[in-house]
């Protein structure tokens, strides 16, 4: 095998390690520790006791709930920085995240919603609603121009902001509700918000996955794409139909965390190359194990209070960027 070749498998080796390490930690670090040992015995021979009921009635799906937030994050955020040529792109970018906040507002403000599987269900239809509008606009003139996408994306989600924040300083009630929605959480989401959820977030793995040698000739320029035979329309729409389902998957179980989509890129980046097959890859790893880093950092940083994942995710993202939009490797497409 070849250097690059080696780098690769190499990086997602170690990434496979280190999400496998933070899932085993997520699971024993919490209010009521659990060794490791004791983790790796309830897993393989559950009991009745006390440590197997906080395992998986508690510790388990929120595991899975992290990994498929960062699943959702972290792929999503590489489609959208390959369809844009952006490297400043991010699952906001096109107004998922504003528009699934902008949905759960108008369910807490109009309808009373009052739990985590409601929200969920206002937060998805947000993203696709006005993701598909950005998408109108962006292809108005009957191209969809990844600068015109972007514009509005952008300018849909000021506008939808700007609501959001009109509506929850009219409600007390709202705000209070929207609050730890809009930190990003992931208390309280199990098994009931994730499976409901989970095929919409297989569809768009499978999606992105699938789009990904496509995306590799739209990163060379949009002539050369066509001469190499990519239908450039098709693979903008169905690229933005896997950005709503994975980054809509991810808001509406967690609410908006920032930096994880953003920021997972350039490192897969930095890592493997431009090669976006690879760079999925390795985002599908490293986004996960961020999201659980960043909740296990959240349980212990306030014990015995807990601080919400995606201020501990801008926390560790906002600098661990900067160092990498330094280096000329990562901050290039």
Known sequence: MTAAVDRRVAGIALAVLALALVCLASIAIGSRPIPFDEVVRVIVSPAGDEATRIVRDLRLPRTAAAVAVGVGLGLSGAVIQ?????????????????????AVTIGVFFFGTTS???DLVFAFVGALVV??????????????????????????AAVLSGAMTALILLNPRAFDRLRGWEAGSLVGRGWSVLG????????????????ARSLNAVGLGDDLAVALGVRLTRTRVLSIVAITLLAGSATAIAGPIVFVGLMV??????????????IMALSLLLAPTLVLMADVIGRVALFPGELPVGIVA???????????????KASTL
Do not use: C, K, Y
């Open 116 to 118: 985590a599987s409601e």
């Open 196 to 211: 409901p959820i989970l095929p919409f977030l297989v569809a768009g793995v499978v999606l992105a996955l699938l789009l």
């Open 265 to 278: 890129p350039h490192i897969a980046r930095w890592i493997a190359g431009p090669d976006q097959r690879w």
């Open 82 to 102: 390959a369809l844009t040529r952006n490297p400043l792109g991010d699952p906001g970018l096109l107004g998922v995240s504003a528009g699934s906040g902008m």
């Open 131 to 156: 993701t598909g509008i950005v998408a109108l606009i962006g292809a108005a003139g009957g191209v969809a121009d990844p600068v015109r996408l972007t514009l509005a994306g952008v300018a849909v």
């Open 314 to 328: 801008a926390f560790v993202g906002a600098p661990v960027l900067i160092a990498l939009v330094r280096r000329a």
